[in-house]
């Protein structure tokens, strides 16, 4: 992984590993173990989905750039439909505290999508590849005299 899409992982994925921490100590104090492993499994599964999407997004954007823009909306739209999915098929387990789980999938899943459109912003990207020169020379245009 190249240093640049490294550091953008580490500023996307920060804030939603802190914030499923404090989910999950939220949790262990109001619903007991259940609730703390309840969001703890939560946030993993969040990270997760939103880590493996970042990856696949970026492996798109430098393999098929044409397909960039849509490739980032159907992926979104996949991961919610997953996390809803998951969410359903998790709703009456006796595991762990289903509430707490989702709270914390919906809390991670939220800050991560903020936190990569927040690094999206501020991330300096060329406007001209300035690589893309071949020769100090203009090419001629239009007709000749």
Excluded: C
Excluded at 15 to 27: E, K, R
């Amino acid at each position: 992984m190249p240093s640049n899409d490294a550091r953008n992982l580490l500023q996307i994925a920060a804030p939603a590993v802190a914030v499923g921490v404090i989910a999950v100590a939220v949790s262990g104090v109001v619903a007991g173990g259940k609730g703390a492993l309840g969001a703890a499994v939560g946030t993993v599964l969040a990270v997760l989905f939103m880590g493996i999407g970042l990856y696949v997004l970026q492996w798109t954007a430098k393999t098929l750039p044409q397909l960039f823009q849509a490739m980032g909306l159907m992926l979104y739209v996949a991961q919610l439909l997953l996390l809803l999915i998951f969410m359903a098929l998790f709703k009456g387990t006796s595991l762990f505290n289903p509430k707490a789980f989702a709270f914390a999938l919906l809390v991670a899943t939220v800050v991560w999508m903020a936190a990569q459109a927040r690094a999206h912003m501020k991330t300096k990207i060329f406007y001209v590849d300035p690589g893309s020169e071949k020769s100090g020379q203009p090419e001629k245009t239009g007709s000749t005299p």
